[in-house]
Nanobody, 127 residues
């Protein structure tokens, strides 16, 4: 059974930092893109960042560019999201997702391109 388990969320003050982790089990995703999405209360789930299978390509939402960094460690089957200079508007549940298509990075911002999702981790940024 494939599982994605996020960790690292919590409460932080504005301008603070958090590092989210997403550990995959049940299969490896070394040949698959992975991404992070978030959903704030009353809002739709939105794209945050994505990374290609080898880490050579990344994509970010405009709202997080320059503040967030996605990375991966294929030996650990884990993807990370380093979040710096956090803002109250970053408050949301953050979800990890894994693409099921072999070495595909054509539409990393589209949620429907991801076959596997984690349960989410809450990030709350206080002003």
């Amino acid at each position: 059974q494939v599982q994605l388990v996020e960790s690292g969320g919590g409460l932080v003050q504005a301008e603070g930092s958090l590092r989210l982790s997403c550990a995959a089990s049940g299969r490896t995703f070394n040949n698959n893109a992975m991404g992070w999405f978030r959903q704030a209360p009353g809002k739709e789930r939105e794209f945050v960042a994505a990374i290609s299978w080898g880490g050579g390509s990344t994509a970010y939402a405009d709202s997080v560019k320059g503040r967030f960094t996605i990375s991966r460690d294929n030996a650990k089957n884990t993807v990370y999201l380093q979040m710096n200079s956090l803002k109250p508007e970053d408050t949301a549940v953050y979800y990890c997702a894994a693409n099921n298509r072999f070495r595909d990075f054509t539409t990393p911002m589209v949620p429907s391109g991801y076959a596997y999702w984690g349960q989410g981790t809450q990030v709350t940024v206080s002003s």
